[in-house]
């Protein structure tokens, strides 16, 4: 086997790359092998990921492929599960299936506390949590739910979330509505206090909300510009005046 350049030892950790069938993640799948993990490659054609997998066992890694679409909820359940009774809970995840698909991607990088209270807000009928309507996030579920966690482990806000995308439903939760058109839009925000989104949206949200404009590109889910606005260091007074806390 190659040298291990992560200069650790990943022995017994489990680690899931999705995407694993193309060049980067394939070698991702391999680094990680090379270091002790066990490695789940899912990929939307199986026949890929096994490729990558079979090279890694040659190796004298460990390594099993799974054919997965990302964007298919109910088979990431079925592949997740498989990969737990097959190599074990999984330590490590790689997302990097998608490429520049919009529906898949994320500038999140790392799993949070809040992130399980909103799977529970989707999963239990019964949850404590709702989101205030008075307080718009407008974009893609998977960036804009990003934000709406932060929000809601540090200033325990939950913003609704509007999703004004075609073939979204299987990645929206409790807390998120998709929208279709500029009227459902308007009509989805009139009444609140506060939205954040792109610029394009703020000619028809409420003249008397607080708008806090978000940079274009957040909308595709790929955010790295500066100009990103840091919605947690804002002043409570300013982006959350007058809405229920």
Known sequence: MEKNVLNTDLTGKVAVVTGAGGVLCSEFAKVLARAGAKVALLNRTESK???FADEITAEGGIA?????????KAQVYEVAERVQNDLGPCDILINGAGGNHTMATTDKEYYE????????????????????????LIGEPVTMGSLAAAL?????????????LEQCDDLLTGYMTRIVGEEDVESAVH??????????????????AQFVPLPHEAFSGRVFQKTMPNLLMLEPHSLLEGVRL
Request: charged share 20%; net charge negative; aromatic share 4%.
């Open 64 to 72: 099993k492929a799974y054919g997965c679409n990302v964007l298919d």
């Open 152 to 164: 809601w482990m540090e200033r325990g806000v939950l913003p609704k979330v509007l999703c004004p």
């Open 191 to 208: 009444h609140c206090k506060v939205v954040i989104a792109d610029p394009l949206y703020q000619p028809i949200c409420p003249p008397d």
């Open 113 to 136: 506390d809040g992130d399980i209270v909103l799977m529970q807000t989707e999963n239990e009928s019964s949850a404590a949590v709702s989101p205030d309507l008075n307080i718009a």
């Open 49 to 51: 990921a096994q490729k």
